[in-house]
């Protein structure tokens, strides 16, 4: 690329107070592009109207929505409202003087807004199975990247989708989309996008066989992973203290899972297959319950194993099995660093950013051998079938019982990880956008 492009992407996952993955992924590449040079704009659908005040609009956009209508109710306006707008909805622009304060947003040179713009997105395509179509006002940028597939397209830009897998038809019981709605909107996508871009070069296989995208139009970019410097090198005598102090954990004598706890993350299957090992120092799940949670967790419940119970904000009975709901992303990377052994059993994941931020901090990994997971842990985490739980606990055993295994996984893990440091992220988005000729 020759000069700095005008680039937008989307906020819908940075707008959720608690993101997912995705967010980070958002968050990521706005910082990415910024280091690369290019003017970035971060374009939302947060439901706020525009007001000739500047001051007001700026304090609108920054504050949560608060009244929420019937979804019967609301899909009504929406189609009412479209309507009237034979040719598309027209963003506004979000004043960031600073007056009011923010933290944890991505990085942008500009910020728009088009009032409810995801979901009126979703009605228009159940209606008539066509785009929505939004335009900036003044010049359009030269490329919209959007980071989720939004049946949405951007006039006058060069529009690119991320998907970062396709778990929803791979899996489809893992997780709730409306399957049908789902698979319509991936496969207009799949012919009107300019470019798709994904997350590996499995998710990227999926793209090219279940959708039947040609191979150069589909561009694997990988995601790129990085942690504070200060929280990686922490003293390890502050480390310990924190768990211990923290959680009641010794440090080096308990295992980890971390992530939302849904049918994906197979954690129940990690639950019998710790359970079946006979390893002593105790399991701890880190996550919040998410869609599908009870059956994943109904061995806890089960009489003879003993479950976490809270006795106050951060102090918790010691059991063999603890379940966190949350834990603020300091003490959560101290507890990987203090973990003997990282458990990432998943059924599927597009890219499993949790698995490298484990192994970057030289966590010994046990992960799944399907999906994108062997592709990014090489040979420096061991892989299991994660339908089989006896083979995920011999290798809990052998995490546990093997010093020169654990020993020779945390020196490989962080030079694994290394592969996708943000440097080498922003070489293929590069790379991505000088093909596009933006």
Request: charged share 20%.
């Amino acid at each position: 690329m020759t000069r700095p492009a005008r680039i937008v992407i989307d906020g819908y996952n940075l707008a959720i107070p608690q993101g997912t993955g995705v967010a980070t992924y958002a968050r990521n590449l706005s910082h990415a592009l910024h280091g690369l040079g290019h003017q970035v704009g971060v374009l939302y659908g947060k439901n706020i109207g525009p007001t000739k005040d500047t001051l007001a609009r700026e304090v609108d956009f920054f504050d949560p929505p608060t009244a929420i209508l019937p979804q019967w109710l609301s899909d009504t306006l929406r189609a009412i409202k479209l309507s009237h707008r034979p040719f598309g909805l027209k963003a506004w622009s979000v004043p960031v003087s600073g007056a009011v304060i923010s933290q944890g947003m991505p990085y942008a040179d500009e910020i728009w807004n088009v009032s409810d713009m995801f979901q009126m997105a979703q009605v228009q395509h159940q209606l008539t199975h066509q785009m929505l179509q939004v335009r900036l006002p003044g010049p359009a940028p030269d490329i919209m990247h959007w980071t989720y597939p939004f049946p949405i397209q951007l006039r006058g830009a060069k529009n690119i989708y991320t998907l970062h897998d396709l778990v929803p038809m791979r899996l489809p019981a893992t997780t709730l989309d409306n399957k049908r709605r789902y698979l319509r909107i991936a496969r207009a996508i799949a012919a009107k996008a300019d470019h798709i871009v994904t997350v590996s070069e499995h998710s990227r296989r999926d793209i090219i066989e279940l959708l039947g995208v040609a191979p150069d139009r589909v561009t694997n970019t990988y995601q790129a992973v990085d942690l504070p410097a200060a929280l990686r090198n922490k003293p390890v005598d502050l480390v310990r203290n924190e768990i211990a102090g923290t959680f009641g954990l010794t440090f080096g004598e308990y295992f980890l899972f971390f992530g939302a706890i849904e049918p994906k993350k197979n954690i129940g299957r990690l639950i019998e297959a710790y359970l079946a090992s006979g390893v002593k120092g105790p399991l701890v799940i880190v996550g919040k319950k998410a869609w599908k949670s009870e059956g994943e967790l109904r061995l806890l419940f089960n009489d003879h194993i003993q479950y976490l119970q809270s006795e106050g904000p951060y102090t918790f009975t010691r059991h063999r099995v603890m379940q966190l709901e949350y834990a603020p992303f300091p003490l959560l990377v101290s507890l990987i660093r203090g973990a003997r052994g990282v458990l990432f059993p998943s059924l599927y994941e597009g890219f499993g950013l949790p698995v490298l931020e484990a192994m970057l901090l030289g966590a010994p990994v046990m992960t799944s051998n399907t999906s994108s997971l062997p592709e990014l842990v090489g040979d420096a985490a061991l892989t299991v079938d994660p339908y089989n739980t006896a083979a995920m606990a011999q290798a809990i055993q052998a995490l546990d019982s093997d010093a020169a295994l654990r020993a020779r996984l945390s020196a490989a893990a962080p030079l694994q990880a290394d592969l996708f440091n943000p440097s080498r992220y922003q070489d293929r988005l590069q790379a991505l956008y000088a093909r596009l000729g933006a």
